[in-house]
């Protein structure tokens, strides 16, 4: 594997994110490297999983590789897009998944962590949803995990404004479970991940699919369905999402006509 390491010590699995060059961005190849590692680790018996980066990164991920986005009149985060892949399988695998977070987490890898099922933070993590900055419409699933996470108004701050928020903040608003200091997040995070592993795995998988079924029965008709994403077609046919595409390639300021 060249952008992630995969690694298990008896019931405990690790997968790192290692492609340092791209931020771990989630490429298509990284995100097909991590999905290949849950399924190697559930058939190897692994209880928990841990997703982490490098130690002292920071950037824990840049979220999508805008690089992969389409320019012209395509769906970008469509259902065959790689994230939704990956949080996919993230929230449907048997074994509970513990985010360890250090440095910045930008876009859809805010929603990568939200998918899994506890987040541990270093003081100094920071969380930015950026759709916003880049011309991006978000999916309809992706608003899904976001609103699980935090009450609506804090979803409209973040996507409004796409500015970080601190660990600290997160915590006090539930997005994530623990802010731990640099020096006992991974032993913090290994401790959590061995007393999950020493408890009944059936039991966990079930409790997993069942709050994970629950979480999702959010009433919508089919025609309100549609409606949400014909207003995201709005966005991805028009001038400010080409621009937002073409400025970040071009490492400019995009300018914005809101049409």
Not at 49 to 70: F, N, Y
Not at 82 to 96: A, D, G, Y
Not at 151 to 170: G, Q, W, Y
């Amino acid at each position: 594997m060249n952008h992630i390491e995969m690694t298990q010590d008896g019931h405990l699995g690790t997968i790192t994110l290692d492609n340092p060059k791209k931020l771990n961005a989630l490429s298509h190849a990284l995100v097909d490297e991590v999905i290949a590692a849950l399924q190697a680790l559930e058939q190897a018996a692994a209880r928990v999983v841990i997703l982490r980066a490098r130690p002292g990164v920071k950037v824990w991920s840049a979220g999508h590789d805008v690089g992969e986005l389409p320019e012209g009149g395509r769906d970008p985060l469509g259902w065959d897009d790689p994230l939704r892949h990956l949080v996919r399988t993230i929230e449907t695998c048997r074994m509970p998944v513990i985010a360890m977070i250090e440095g910045g987490v930008w876009g859809g890898a805010v929603e990568t962590m939200l998918a899994c099922d506890i987040v541990i933070a270093a003081p100094g993590a920071t969380f930015a949803v950026t759709p916003a900055r880049l011309g991006v419409p978000y999916n309809v699933s992706g608003m899904m995990t976001f609103m699980s996470a935090a009450s609506l108004r804090v979803v409209k701050e973040l996507a409004f404004t796409a500015a970080p928020i601190s660990a600290e903040r997160a915590e006090r608003i539930g997005m994530i479970n623990h802010v731990v200091a640099d020096a006992e997040l991974e032993n913090f995070t290994r401790a959590m991940a061995i007393t999950i592993a020493n408890n009944a795995p059936l039991s966990i998988a079930v409790m997993k699919e069942q709050l994970r079924v629950l979480a999702g029965a959010k009433a919508i008709t089919p025609r309100g369905f549609e409606k949400v994403q014909g207003l995201r077609r709005i966005v991805y046919d028009s001038h400010d999402y080409h621009e937002g595409i073409r400025a970040f390639k071009e490492k400019r300021k995009p300018v914005y006509l809101g049409r």
